[in-house]
């Protein structure tokens, strides 16, 4: 384990920290959503576990409302209070920054930021730390929330005034992926959550869903 020293100034972490029951109640208050958007996570994690194994990481693990169901039992997280819900549901937590993760080189089948990418300084080398912390041939997963969609739009155009999202960074899927190629990832697969009459589904692609996940795999030249 590598120690670093967090910031003492870290807008987001700050907000969610000084938020984390309120923002750890909203998953409550949306069972059905959050489960579509916990299915959309684990249809493109299923495939990479069973090629790479179990070992995972979660960076920007908030309160584990996802890594628990997900059984990812590790994490980093910036701010206390959030960390502190995510050992009650039992994962590992350290807390560190997505640009300098304070693990080894070569620690993980794969990593993951299930919509805290958008939270990052450094969105680059928050994801080159994630490659250098896993193995070769490893996987990531991104979930994020699309700015290229129309309540992507909308959410990008309030969020100077929401407290969640003032210091968020919404990206399109095309950034995201540009984000990943540029860190030595190719993007293989994704999915969406589509609201429709009969509530939230999933689907493949990233072109109507406001939460959308993509998975990618080191590439051999990176």
Avoid at 145 to 157: D, F, I, V, Y
Wanted: net charge negative; proline share 6%; glycine share 10%.
């Amino acid at each position: 384990m590598i120690p670093i020293e967090i910031p003492s100034q870290l807008p987001a972490a700050a907000v969610y920290d000084a938020r984390a029951d309120e923002y750890d109640g909203w998953f409550d208050e949306n069972d059905g959503l959050c489960r579509a958007e916990l299915a959309a996570v684990e249809q493109l994690l299923t495939p990479i576990r069973a090629a790479a194994g179990d070992h995972g990481l979660e960076i920007g693990v908030g309160t584990g409302r996802f890594a628990g169901p997900l059984g990812i039992g590790r994490g980093v997280e910036p701010a206390p209070a959030m960390a502190a819900r995510a050992r009650e549901r039992g994962i590992e937590v350290v807390e560190g920054i997505a640009e300098q993760l304070p693990h080894d080189d070569d620690s993980f089948a794969f990593t993951a930021f299930i919509t805290s990418l958008c939270f990052v300084t450094d969105a680059v080398q928050a994801l080159r730390e994630a490659r250098r912390v896993t193995r070769d041939g490893g996987w990531i997963v991104v979930a994020f929330l699309n700015k290229g969609t129309p309540a992507g739009a909308e959410l990008a155009a309030t969020a100077p005034t929401d407290p969640y999202y003032e210091h968020a960074r919404l990206r399109t899927a095309d950034e995201i992926t540009d984000l990943l190629d540029r860190a030595g990832y190719r993007v293989a697969a994704s999915r969406q959550v589509v609201m429709t009459e009969d509530g939230p589904v999933v689907r493949p692609g990233t072109d109507a869903g406001l939460f959308c996940v993509v998975s990618a795999r080191l590439r051999s030249d990176s």
